[in-house]
């Protein structure tokens, strides 16, 4: 399934892409070479990134590259090609817009993240436990369990418990449920919304209001939780989970209020903390970490301190 169109001049080469999602001036999807081996997660594939003037793609993975038309010159892109491209786009992105609107009305009239509160139980509690995650946090930020949650995993249903993060906006409207799958299908797929079609939210640890000076950027719910557990004692930090490491660019213009923001992502993001940097400009600083930041005090016993250590040797994207 296609998220975005690609225009005429890269359709052309890789209309049978999957996941295509357009970034500013360039698209991403899976590769054309290497497909999505080893993705798992709850992102989406964009290891294949795309541009235009020339058409030309390119995998970040294993380092396939090319030109759209190097096996196809003879195509010439009409003005008809490229406005019937942009009707399409139009045409998705406005049933897009309302599927989410209808899912965000159905999810805030059911309040089901309530209904999950209440089917906490003692294996439940043992398991948000387990996460670094005590009673009192429970209550805070209304997590919850769901006892049995059918999803889908390669075109067959798949039962699992999960635990139930609530997301809410700046002011405090309910925008989603993320379902954190406990028996997850394979390891790297964990998470599912409440409802399709609800679109990925920045975890406002603080959602009473707009997130604002020296902010802690991780990536998910969990994380922030746990980071801000360690940090809200001590000193003002405002701290936010990002969904997956490509967050959308609406959701990074978020933070224009927030600086310095210090991006902690796992070890293994490097680029990713990269590009989140570069998009938040001067005021973003890469933090690296040895470990990913909740296990760095869940596991680790880490102190604040040992973390503002780190901050402290933070760098600049140059």
């Known amino acids: 399934m296609n998220i975005d169109t690609l225009p005429p001049e890269l359709a052309r080469r890789w209309s049978n892409l999957i996941y295509v999602r357009k970034h500013g001036t360039e698209w991403s999807a899976e590769c054309p070479r290497c497909g999505d081996e080893g993705h798992g997660g709850h992102d989406f594939p ?5 541009w235009l003037n020339p058409a030309r793609g390119w995998c970040r993975h294993c380092g396939y590259q090319d030109f759209a038309d190097s096996d196809n010159r003879q195509v010439i892109i009409t003005s008809e090609m490229r406005q019937q ?34 089917q906490m139980d003692d294996y439940a509690r043992g398991w948000w436990r387990s996460k670094g995650i005590v009673n009192w946090m429970l209550e805070r930020f209304k997590l919850g369990y769901c006892a049995s949650r059918s999803v889908w995993f390669h075109g067959a249903e798949y039962s699992t418990p999960t635990a139930t993060i609530p997301v809410f906006a700046v002011g405090g409207e309910l925008v989603n449920i993320r379902h954190r799958l406990i028996k ?10 409440e409802r399709a079609g609800l679109p990925a939210s920045l975890y406002l640890t603080e959602p009473e209001q707009t997130p604002r000076g020296l902010t802690i950027l991780v990536e998910g719910e969990i994380k922030a939780i746990i980071v801000w557990s360690y940090f809200q004692e001590s000193r003002r930090v405002t701290v936010v989970g990002v969904p997956g490491k490509n967050p959308r660019d609406e959701l990074i213009q978020q933070l224009s209020e927030c600086e310095p923001v210090y991006v902690v992502l796992d070890p293994d993001a490097g680029a990713q903390a990269h590009q989140i940097a570069k998009r938040l400009g001067s005021r973003a600083r890469i933090v690296k970490l040895p470990v990913k930041p909740d296990d760095f005090f869940v596991r ?19």
Do not use: C
């Open 46 to 50: 964009d290891r294949f990134r795309m």
């Open 85 to 118: 491209w942009i009707r399409e786009r139009q045409e998705r992105e406005e049933q897009a817009r309302r599927g989410a609107e209808h899912a965000l009305e159905l999810l805030r009239h059911e309040q089901a993240y309530l209904r999950y509160q209440q």
């Open 184 to 193: 997850p299908p394979e390891p790297n797929d964990k998470y599912r919304p």
């Open 300 to 318: 680790y016993g880490g102190t604040v301190k040992e973390f503002e250590s780190a901050i402290k040797h933070s760098a600049r994207v140059r």
